[in-house]
Each structure stands twice: as structure tokens, then as C-alpha cells.
């Protein structure tokens, strides 16, 4: 089974659904997004949240290294998600922030952008999410998983792979299916609108992701 992450977290309830639920991941917007907010909300909106094993994942859009080592440190960061450019090479950023990276590669139907072989060799994740002009993940549309196998097997091994893109808990198991993702990531596919997560389909989501039986 594959660990899950529930992005796009804006309100304090839904977090604690995420962690009631068992998420691996709970992730934070710090970038242009209908759910993004300011490091001070998100240190307000985890801070009743106590131990969990679930790791923090801060979200950002070619962000600058002090950018990055600011929100790790104000929201106990355990992972950064850089989508665009970084700031620095991968093993540089982790040593510096000391926080795990997680590389996005964009899909526009069945072709990922260059760089995931060059990138598989220091990043902690690799997380394929469809791209779509002007937006940054929270597409609600899946690319072409079939179309992606040979990239992503390119890559299997060397970093740990993560699927998004349109998932929800209708399709998840499918694409775990063809994909056999190491982690799988939802947003738009369990909101009502951008930021406010619906808690039964977050629980159906969890339940679809449990519930896939082994190829």
C-alpha cells in the first residue's frame, strides 16, 4: 500500500481529519494557489495539532534557499515540494534547510518534462503531477499513466515516486494499479471548493488507497 498526502490543507479541522484518518503527509500552499497562505496562518493552523507521525510538507514555486529555510523552521517542515526552479542542487538544499526535497516533474499527457533522470539522483521524491498552463498542481486532471510508465520505471529505485494529478478516491486505486506509486497525493479531489476539504471524501480516499490489493 502506498503512504498519502492531502494537500491543499487550509483549516484546522481538515488537518485533524488528515491525522485522524492516518495521512502520511499533510500539505501546506506557500505559493500562488487558491490555498495558499501566509507561514503565520499555517503556524496558527498547526499548532494544535501535538505529536503525529505525519510529515509536513510545505509547497513552493521556484523558491529562493531562505524562503524555504524560513517556513522549515517556523512550521517544522519535514519535506519541501519545489515545483519550478530550485534555488540550489538538490543535496546542497537538503544539507542546507535540513529538510527532505521533493522534486515535481509536470506531464502534459504522456510527456514529462525534462530533468527526472538528472533530478532521481539526489531527490527524496519524485512527484509526477499534471501540468497545465498557468496553474501549479490542484489541476484536478490526470494525465496519461500509461503513457508515463517508461519514464517513471526509468527513474524507480533511485527516488521514491509520488502520483498526482486528478486523483480521487474513483481512480486512485487504478492508478496505483498502473503505476505502483510510492506515494499517492490528492487536493482538488477532495474539496468542495479550493481549501475546504470535504471529510467524506477525504475518508473515502484513505479507504480507496487501503483497500488496493497487490499486483
Not at 512550521?75 to 515540494?81: I, Y
Amino acid at each position: 500500500m502506498p503512504e498519502f498526502k492531502f494537500c491543499g490543507l487550509t483549516r484546522a479541522e481538515d488537518v485533524a481529519h488528515a491525522v485522524t484518518l492516518g495521512a502520511h503527509y499533510l500539505g501546506f500552499i506557500l505559493a500562488p494557489s487558491p490555498r495558499q497562505r501566509s507561514i503565520a496562518q499555517f503556524r496558527a493552523l498547526v499548532a494544535s495539532l501535538g505529536a503525529t507521525p505525519a510529515t509536513r510538507v510545505g509547497v513552493f514555486v521556484s523558491p529562493t534557499t531562505d524562503e524555504l529555510a524560513r517556513a522549515v523552521e517556523a512550521l517544522s517542515l519535514g519535506a519541501v515540494q519545489v515545483h519550478g526552479t530550485l534555488p540550489m542542487p538538490v543535496a546542497e538544499l537538503r544539507a542546507e534547510i535540513g529538510a527532505s526535497v521533493w522534486c515535481v516533474m509536470g506531464v502534459s499527457g504522456a510527456v514529462v518534462e525534462p530533468g527526472a533522470d538528472l533530478l532521481a539522483a539526489d531527490a527524496d521524491v519524485l512527484l509526477f503531477d499534471t501540468s497545465v498552463a498557468g496553474r501549479t498542481g490542484g489541476s484536478g486532471r490526470a494525465f496519461d499513466w500509461a503513457g508515463v510508465r517508461a519514464s517513471l520505471e526509468a527513474v524507480r529505485g533511485r527516488a521514491r515516486i509520488a502520483l498526482a494529478g486528478g486523483l480521487g478516491s474513483h481512480n486512485v486505486a487504478d492508478a496505483i494499479q498502473a503505476l505502483a506509486p510510492d506515494i499517492v497525493d490528492v487536493s482538488s479531489g477532495i474539496e468542495r471548493t479550493p481549501g475546504v476539504k470535504d471529510h467524506g471524501m477525504m475518508t473515502a480516499f484513505a479507504s480507496a488507497v487501503r483497500g488496493v490489493v497487490p499486483a
